[in-house]
């Protein structure tokens, strides 16, 4: 009887597992977070399928921690559709803005205090219908302000290697740009970012044509 109760265990294990990687979870990332220096409505969140299959987002959501708040805003940006293999997905602030700035519609808008409203010193993460982190993007309780992860009237753009989500964010996998020297990063640079010249929503320097 135990053994058939360790070998019914790990099926459901083995089940769940296989569960979970139809469900996408971990090859969505987020590859761009903007902030611009020159139009705070142009602000959005990209997120990229690295996988080799569609994802249903729906279930998906947009999380944010302001400032050096220990509890996410109430203001979560739910996710719908279908993101296809090595595609993209826009979350905007604002649509007619990121529609003239841009030159395309975003696929989300949500609007003022969403978690692709950051003024550069929150933490965004993408969670899942668990209501666990998948990918994650800056330090819970800790203000970015004078860290790794300002992206203060900037940029935060994933590094081209990345391979799939991560819960527990990874200073090392992304480039970021703010108003602000900051020390001892992996790559921060001092260059406030502009709209739309700076910024590249719907690419992605790791991004495979298919």
């Not at 990229?48 to 999380?63: C, E, H, K, P, S």
């Not at 979560?76 to 559709?81: C, D, K, R």
């Not at 990918?135 to 203060?152: A, I, Q, Y």
């Not at 970021?176 to 900051?182: G, I, L, R, T």
């Amino acid at each position: 009887m135990l053994k058939h109760m360790t070998f019914f265990s790990r099926l459901l294990t083995l089940v769940g597992l296989i569960a979970l990687c139809h469900n996408g979870y971990g090859q969505i990332i987020i590859t761009e977070i903007a902030d611009p220096n020159d139009n705070a409505d142009a602000r959005f969140v990209e997120l990229y399928n690295l996988g080799d299959t569609a994802v249903d987002l729906n279930g998906y959501y947009l999380q944010r921690w302001t400032n050096d708040s220990a509890s996410p805003t109430t203001n979560t940006t739910p996710l719908s559709g279908t993101l296809e293999s090595k595609d993209f997905y826009i979350v905007a602030r604002s649509s007619s803005v990121f529609q003239t700035i841009y030159g395309f519609a975003a696929d989300k808008t949500d609007g003022s205090g969403s978690p692709a409203d950051s003024n550069g010193d929150d933490q965004i993460a993408l969670m899942n219908s668990n209501g666990e982190v998948v990918d994650m993007f800056g330090k819970v309780g800790e203000d970015g302000s004078g860290t790794c992860h300002e992206f203060e009237d900037g940029r935060a753009e994933r590094v081209a290697s990345v391979t799939n989500a991560v819960a527990v964010w990874n200073e090392a996998e992304w480039n970021v740009w703010a108003d602000s020297p900051v020390s001892g990063c992996t790559s921060h640079t001092n260059a406030p970012r502009t709209a739309a010249t700076d910024f590249d929503p719907g690419e992605w320097i790791g991004h495979i044509v298919l």
